[in-house]
């Protein structure tokens, strides 16, 4: 009887140890929804109102999720924080038109707009969604114009 429980007790350990390594443990990378006038920038502090040009991170290591009132408050805090793996992070922004989540990295901003943090930038999914006249410029573009601003 006791080496009948030993012996159970022993297979029940080893199941559990096979269901604990045949666990795959994915990070989720989309965008989740803020809790608006609530959730606070990870830069300035400043609570996220403005649904048109907010901005949310995630650490593609840990998963761990930052959320930002501006994409202009993103670019500085991976400056001045230096963060390692900024290059590999997973940035959405709002489109400035639908509020909706888009990759920031592949978005067309357009440079015109009242935003929370003054830097101005909007997000777009398409260049055609952004008024005739106005400037255009991709991601890249927009993080060293930031920095600029930022000095």
């Not at 998963?63 to 390692?84: P, T």
């Not at 943090?117 to 055609?128: D, L, Q, R, T, W």
Request: with cysteine; aromatic share 12%.
């Amino acid at each position: 009887m006791k080496n009948a429980r030993i012996l159970l007790s022993a297979l029940g350990m080893i199941a559990s140890f096979v269901l604990f390594l045949g666990c795959d443990t994915k990070i989720d990378l989309s965008a989740k929804p803020v809790h608006w006038d609530r959730d606070m920038c990870e830069r300035c502090k400043m609570v996220l109102s403005d649904r048109k040009f907010s901005a949310q991170i995630i650490n593609p290591h840990t998963g761990r999720r930052y959320f930002f009132d501006d994409i202009g408050c993103v670019v500085l805090w991976f400056k001045e924080s230096k963060i390692a793996w900024s290059e590999e992070a997973v940035i959405w922004v709002n489109d400035a038109r639908t509020g909706e989540w888009i990759d920031a990295r592949k978005a067309f901003y357009d440079t015109e707009n009242i935003t929370p943090m003054a830097y101005g930038f909007g997000a777009h999914v398409h260049k055609e969604e952004i008024r005739e006249g106005q400037e255009i410029v991709d991601f890249t573009e927009l993080t060293g114009r930031v920095i600029q601003i930022g000095k």
